[in-house]
Nanobody
Framework: VQLVESGGGLVQAGGSLRLSCAAS????????MGWYRQAPGKERELVAA???????YYAESMKGRFTISRDNPKNTLYLQVNSLKPEYTARYYC?????????????????????????WGQGTQVTVSS
C-alpha cells in the first residue's frame, strides 16, 4: 500500500485546511485509516482514525477541532481542520491498517494491544502562522 498526503502548507491562524491522502497498491487490504501528526521535538500523536464503514475515532485533545472522512471509491482519506492555531504546526501523516474497528472501545483496545497501522505516508507539513 502506498499513501501520498497533500494539502499542507503555510496558513494564517484562524484559517482552514483540508488534507488529503491518496491510497494505491493493495487497496483491498485497507480497513482502518488514520491521521497522525508530529511537531518538532515532540512524539507522534494520533489525531483521528476512521473505520472502513466510516466510524470515526478522535483523540481526546483533538475532538471538536478536526474532522476525518474517507471516500472509499476514490481511495482517499481526508482531514478537515478549521480555526487553525499555531500549535497545530506539525507534519501530518496518513496511515492505513489491515484491521478494522467499529467502536471507540474496539479502537482503544487495538491501541492497548499495540496493533499499529501497517502503512504510512511521507507526511505533509502544516505550518500555522500567528
Amino acid at each position: 500500500v502506498q499513501l501520498v498526503e497533500s494539502g499542507g502548507g503555510l496558513v494564517q491562524a484562524g484559517g482552514s485546511l483540508r488534507l488529503s491522502c491518496a491510497a494505491s497498491g493493495d487497496i483491498f487490504s485497507i480497513k482502518a485509516m488514520g491521521w497522525y501528526r508530529q511537531a518538532p521535538g515532540k512524539e507522534r500523536e494520533l489525531v483521528a482514525a476512521i473505520s472502513s464503514e466510516g466510524y470515526s475515532y478522535y483523540a481526546e485533545s483533538m475532538k471538536g477541532r478536526f474532522t476525518i472522512s474517507r471516500d472509499n471509491p476514490k481511495n482517499t482519506l481526508y482531514l478537515q481542520v478549521n480555526s487553525l492555531k499555531p500549535e497545530y504546526t506539525a507534519r501530518y501523516y496518513c496511515a492505513a491498517a489491515s484491521w478494522d474497528f467499529d467502536s471507540d472501545y474496539e479502537f482503544e483496545l487495538s491501541v492497548y494491544l499495540s496493533r499499529d497501522f501497517d502503512s504510512w505516508g511521507q507526511g505533509t507539513q502544516v505550518t500555522v502562522s500567528s
